[in-house]
């Protein structure tokens, strides 16, 4: 079974720190994905990565970049928080035609609160 | 600009009974559509999928039906359960990596 493991699963930062949300996936696959989730807003975009040291922006990457060295592990990181930022995080991983036909798994979630 | 939308935000059924959950679509060039559920305090998990190049897929208890040319996607569970209360997500995809996902529907199963 697949799994995508999400190194916290609520975090509570102060505006202007930089925060890091780490993902990680046991099963091998090449794609990578951060979203949030936001009431009546679905989940949205933020970044992928299809390879170790590709990326590609989302729909929402303003204010946030991405790091992966790894293989396994897409890291997500708020340069600068703020209280905007406040929502519920989602990572994914797939095999390589991560849309047709190779659905993606996610991690729980890191609820993250800007104070 | 909202590629995929959904929407009822909730929707409310009895146990037993058909849950039909709708999505609309505005990209023709979309190629793959998909349903995720998601239960409270864990991720969203995949469903059911189906190919723009057919009209219907089945797997147990739930259905995905496509319309094309209504630009139109709609999930059936028959017959519903308590269980199946959750969120729904639809999700489409162009090309082989992007998937763009609408806003959820929430449904109740009432015993």
């Known amino acids: 079974d697949v799994k995508v493991t999400q190194s916290s699963r609520y975090l509570v930062k102060r505006t202007g720190e930089k925060v890091f949300l780490e993902c990680v996936q046991d099963m091998d696959h090449e794609n990578m994905f951060w979203y949030r989730q936001d009431p009546g807003l679905g989940l949205r975009l933020i970044y992928f990565?299809?390879?170790?040291?590709?990326?590609e922006k989302g729909d929402i990457p303003e204010g946030y970049s991405v790091s992966r060295e790894k293989k396994e592990r897409f890291s997500l990181i708020l340069e600068s928080a703020s209280t905007n930022q406040t929502s519920m995080y989602l990572c994914a991983s797939s095999l390589i035609g991560g849309g047709s036909n190779q659905p993606q798994h996610f991690g729980d979630g890191t609820r993250l609160s800007i104070l | 600009d909202q590629q995929v939308k959904q929407n009822s935000p909730s929707l409310s059924v009895q146990e037993g009974r058909i849950s039909i959950l709708n999505c609309d679509y505005t990209n023709s060039m979309f190629d793959y559509f998909l349903w995720y559920k998601k239960y409270p305090a864990e991720g969203p998990t995949f469903l059911i999928s189906i190919s723009s190049i057919k009209d219907k897929n089945e797997d147990g208890r739930f259905t995905v039906f496509l319309n094309k040319s209504a630009k139109h996607l709609s999930l059936h569970i028959v017959p519903s359960q308590p269980g199946d209360s959750a969120v729904y997500f639809c999700?489409?995809?162009?090309?082989?990596?992007?998937?763009?996902f609408g806003t959820g529907t929430k449904l109740q199963v009432i015993p």
């Open positions: 990565s299809y390879d170790v040291k590709m990326k």
């Open positions: 999700a489409a995809s162009e090309g082989y990596q992007k998937v763009t």
